[in-house]
Nanobody, 122 residues
Framework: VQLQASGGGLVQAGESLRLSCAAS????????MGWYRQAPGKQREFVAA???????NYADSVKDWFTISRDNAKTTWYLQMDSLKPEDTAIYYC?????????????????WGNGTQVTVSS
C-alpha cells in the first residue's frame, strides 16, 4: 500500500484546511485509516482514524474541530481541520492498517504516507 498526503499549507488561526490522502496498491487490505502529526521537537501523535465500517476516533485535542472522512472505496480519506490554532502546526502524516484496532492510535499503523506541512500563524 502506498499513501500520498496533500493539502497542507500556511493559514491564520481560526481558518480551515482539508488534507487528503490517496491510497494505491492493495487498498482492499485497509481496515483502518487515519492521521498522525509531529510538531517540531515533539513525538509523532495520533490525530484521528476511521475504520472501513466508518467508526471514528479522535484525539481529545482535536475532536471538536477536526473531522475525518473517506470515500466508499477506501482509496482516499480526508481530514477537515476547522478553527485551526497555532498549536496545530505540525507535519501531518496519513496512515493505514489492515486491522481495525489500529483506529485507537495505541500502536501506530503499518502503512505510512509522506507528510504534509501545516502551519498556523497567530
Amino acid at each position: 500500500v502506498q499513501l500520498q498526503a496533500s493539502g497542507g499549507g500556511l493559514v491564520q488561526a481560526g481558518e480551515s484546511l482539508r488534507l487528503s490522502c490517496a491510497a494505491s496498491g492493495n487498498t482492499y487490505s485497509i481496515n483502518a485509516m487515519g492521521w498522525y502529526r509531529q510538531a517540531p521537537g515533539k513525538q509523532r501523535e495520533f490525530v484521528a482514524a476511521m475504520t472501513g465500517r466508518f467508526n471514528t476516533n479522535y484525539a481529545d485535542s482535536v475532536k471538536d474541530w477536526f473531522t475525518i472522512s473517506r470515500d466508499n472505496a477506501k482509496t482516499t480519506w480526508y481530514l477537515q481541520m476547522d478553527s485551526l490554532k497555532p498549536e496545530d502546526t505540525a507535519i501531518y502524516y496519513c496512515a493505514a492498517d489492515p486491522l481495525e484496532p489500529a483506529m485507537w492510535g495505541f500502536y501506530g499503523m503499518d502503512y505510512w504516507g509522506n507528510g504534509t506541512q501545516v502551519t498556523v500563524s497567530s
